[in-house]
């Protein structure tokens, strides 16, 4: 989705995630909401128990560094927007009690997310918000997309090989 080129606006936009070591396909999610928000975007950050089944959980950057992340890459977009993050600690934050919400913006594999949200708003006797989806990209062409755990992925095996070559420079004195 071009979400420039959707002539939908929306006062107060949502979304949700991790944002752990912020990359493209955070980048293209956040342009996304910044691009169709007039006013206010809602970002929930995962924390707590929704980090517990994380790869590499240990690895995830601190909750006030992901924040800064977020509002400064938003800010970045659209400078005059309201940026409200909040930690989340289930898979619904805000996103089920902000009566002013008019949109959630997800990716293709949290779409059944944005689903379970308009479930939980009715419940509620609130709107439903209107979902857009974002696709995301690939990195360097590969098929497997860029995410959050790669590059935890990466870090871990960069740790373990300094931890290997600082071992091996210790055993040689």
Do not use: W, Y
Request: hydrophobic content about 40%; aromatic content about 2%; glycine content about 6%.
């Amino acid at each position: 989705m071009d979400a420039a080129a959707t002539h939908h606006k929306f006062s107060a936009v949502v979304l949700g995630g991790t944002f752990d070591r912020l990359h493209s396909g955070h980048h293209l999610l956040l342009k996304a909401a910044a691009e169709l928000a007039e006013e206010r975007v809602v970002v929930g950050i995962s924390t707590g128990p929704m980090l517990i089944n994380k790869e590499l959980a240990h690895l995830i950057q601190p909750l006030d560094v992901r924040r800064a992340a977020v509002e400064k890459f938003i800010k970045s977009v659209k400078p005059g927007l309201q940026v409200q993050t909040e930690p989340i600690t289930d898979p619904f934050g805000p996103a089920i009690v902000d009566e002013g919400l008019e949109a959630i913006v997800v990716s293709e594999e949290t779409l059944k997310g944005a689903e379970a949200v308009n479930k939980k708003r009715a419940e509620k006797g609130l709107s439903q918000l209107q979902v857009e989806v974002v696709n995301l990209v690939v990195e360097n062409g590969c098929a497997e997309k860029v995410s959050s755990t790669i590059l935890r992925q990466r870090d871990a095996r960069q740790i373990q090989e300094k931890h290997d070559h600082d071992s091996l420079t210790v055993n040689k004195n």
